[in-house]
């Protein structure tokens, strides 16, 4: 079991930057695949970024892509989302989570998940 809480989010001006983190308990986080999804208000929870267990492969969704920067230090426990360039659409309650396979970009391989953090980016 692993428990995740993130931290970072904010009111940010369009064009801005912003470092989102994710603190991981236990002692097998390197044992996960870890993913950041977001969830803007009215709209379906999507996909961002996921980075494999060893922070080697990486994978983005086209709308950050470019923009955004997922990493992890696992003697940390920890996995970052830098964003940057950040726009109005940005904006929404940004989750961590994990998954003892190999990455996805899908919500349903990903049983664990933080409480999530508000990403707010004014026009």
């Known amino acids: 079991q692993v428990q995740l809480v993130e931290s970072g989010g904010g009111l940010v001006q369009a064009g801005g930057s912003l470092r989102l983190s994710c603190a991981a308990s236990?002692?097998?986080?390197?044992?996960?695949?870890m993913g950041w999804f977001r969830q803007a208000p009215g709209k379906e929870r999507e996909f961002v970024a996921t980075i494999s267990r060893g922070g080697g492969l990486t994978y983005y969704a086209d709308s950050v892509r470019g923009r955004f920067t997922i990493s992890r230090d696992n003697a940390k426990n920890t996995v970052y989302l830098n964003m940057n360039s950040l726009r109005p659409e940005d904006t929404a309650v940004y989750y961590c989570?994990?998954?003892?396979?190999?990455?996805?970009?899908?919500?349903?391989?990903?049983?664990?998940w933080g409480q999530g953090t508000q990403v707010t980016v004014s026009s």
């Open positions: 236990g002692r097998t986080f390197s044992s996960y695949a």
């Open positions: 989570a994990a998954s003892l396979g190999t990455g996805s970009a899908r919500e349903g391989e990903y049983p664990h």
